[in-house]
């Protein structure tokens, strides 16, 4: 009997397991550390390569340990695959039978399991979890209403190539450019596209859903998922000091792929006026051929503006000899990384230029920064509409017949947002949802209040 009041007591524990890329992996940390807050053990999965290649160790100050299973690259990670295709298909193969492993021996450790909460592109952990009859939960890293186009898509309720205009439930109609690009073109990446459209092959299985946004921001879609599924909504998944401040010490993400020049950045925002710096980022993925890294330097260089540009280490090469010769020196920066949250919460950024994911999306948003929205591909076009014509925080910038955004288009959209009318409407209404992004998160907040009905459930008190 008291064995069994003791194991009553014990903490839950929650398997958490990525996709293994650096915008999947950090929003599953900060869940996990707002479950630790809550009293619940979390392990955070990744794949051996990223544990012992990239994984920084601020990660561990949460206490969220990690344990690493294989995905079939071991020593060069995805980047080591054939194909995006290849890599796909050997990581369900070689990391379903690497996650089952990790689990008999986490288990003949004594390490009981309440429930995995696995990245909705990894469908196939939820069979895995079901093999131990622990309850499995898909969480979705990307916004509602993307998933819910996908899911439309997956139930052949939006044939492909997409038409003129789409339409969802709980959203306005979409144009076919506004649309996320693997309904525009499959062609190009055709294992990408089965794996967004395949989260929902088996979604009904799952006891959960959790959805990394909060109930504010996309309710009408939420409402309509809600319907259908156990759905938690519980971001803005960002650490809490930028927002909610509710945990100690949450200052960052704890995993990043590039090394950040902060205080190179710091230094170089901090002698700005205030509101006079715009900052430039198209993520960790983002590709510019050299012709539109040619157009956004002359847009910047036209510009009355300082500016802040991130460009990866491999990008820079890209960038006008004369524009980083002359322009940069009087009034810009350019660095392969930055601490983005510190970037954008500085007094002296006054818009952001973005590719519209949906991390940056939410970061951008909480912190109440204006946006140039920029997108490349996957959902960052319907994320560029939310921005611009749903929550009323920025305009999108619109590219030419071959796909390239011309320097006097962006500078246009720059301009609007730096000096005219429309950047005031803009300013106000991302005050707004950053306020709103902070009462989700705060005690008794939307998103808490989910987190706190989970918690409750792993504990049996529901």
């Not at 509602?144 to 439930?169: E, Q, R």
């Not at 590039?258 to 993520?283: R, T």
């Not at 591909?377 to 560029?384: E, G, I, L, R, S």
């Amino acid at each position: 009997m008291a064995d069994q009041q003791h194991k009553m007591k014990k903490s839950p524990h929650v398997l958490l397991f990525p996709y293994p890329s650096q915008g999947h992996i950090n929003p599953l940390i900060q869940f996990g550390k707002r479950l630790l807050s809550k009293g619940v053990k979390t392990t955070l999965i990744t794949t051996t390569y990223l544990l012992n290649s990239t994984l920084s160790h601020n990660t561990n100050t949460t206490s969220i340990e990690i344990k690493p299973i294989s995905d079939g690259f071991d020593e060069g990670g995805y980047a080591s695959a054939d194909s995006a295709e290849s890599y796909i298909r050997t990581f369900n193969e070689v990391g379903s039978k690497s996650l089952v492993d990790l689990i008999n021996k986490l288990q003949s450790e004594g390490h009981a399991i309440d429930a995995i909460v696995y990245d909705s592109m990894i469908t196939w952990a939820l069979g895995v979890a079901t093999e131990f009859g622990i309850s499995g939960g898909a969480f979705f890293t990307q916004s509602c209403v993307v998933n819910s186009i996908y899911y439309h898509v997956h139930k052949g309720l939006i044939t492909l190539p997409v038409g003129a205009t789409i339409s969802v439930p709980g959203f306005p109609q979409i144009e076919r450019w506004e649309t996320p690009s693997f309904l525009q073109n499959y062609e190009p990446y055709p294992g990408w596209s089965d794996m967004v459209y395949n989260q929902f092959a088996n979604i009904d299985q799952a006891r959960w859903i959790f959805s990394n946004t909060f109930y504010q921001l996309e309710k009408e879609v939420i409402e309509w998922m809600r319907k259908m599924w156990k759905l938690k909504v519980i971001g803005p998944t960002i650490p809490s000091i930028y927002v909610d401040k509710r945990l100690e010490d949450d200052k960052d993400y704890g995993f990043s792929l590039f090394k950040a020049n902060h205080s190179e950045c710091n230094n170089w925002l901090n002698d700005k006026p205030n509101k006079s710096v715009v900052y430039v980022s198209f993520g960790s993925y983002g590709q510019l051929g050299p012709e539109q890294m040619e157009e956004v330097a002359w847009a910047l260089s036209d510009s009355d503006a300082n500016f802040l540009w991130v460009v990866r280490a491999e990008e820079q090469e890209k960038l006008p000899k004369d524009f980083l010769n002359k322009t940069v020196p009087q009034k810009g920066l350019i660095v392969a990384w930055c601490r983005q949250l510190d970037v954008l919460e500085h007094e002296s950024v006054a818009c952001f230029v973005t590719h519209c994911g949906f991390n940056s999306t939410l970061e951008t948003i909480s912190l109440g920064v204006p946006v140039v929205g920029m997108p490349q591909w996957t959902d960052q076009t319907t994320n560029a509409k939310c921005l611009d014509e749903i929550w009323g925080v920025g305009v999108r910038v619109k590219a030419d017949e071959n796909r390239i955004v011309k320097r006097e288009n962006l500078l246009s959209c720059i301009k609007k947002i730096m000096e005219g009318k429309i950047g005031v409407v803009v300013r106000n209404n991302a005050e707004k949802w950053r306020d709103l992004a902070k009462l989700a998160l705060a005690e008794g907040g939307s998103s808490d209040k989910d987190i706190d009905e989970f918690v409750r459930e792993l504990k049996h008190e529901v």
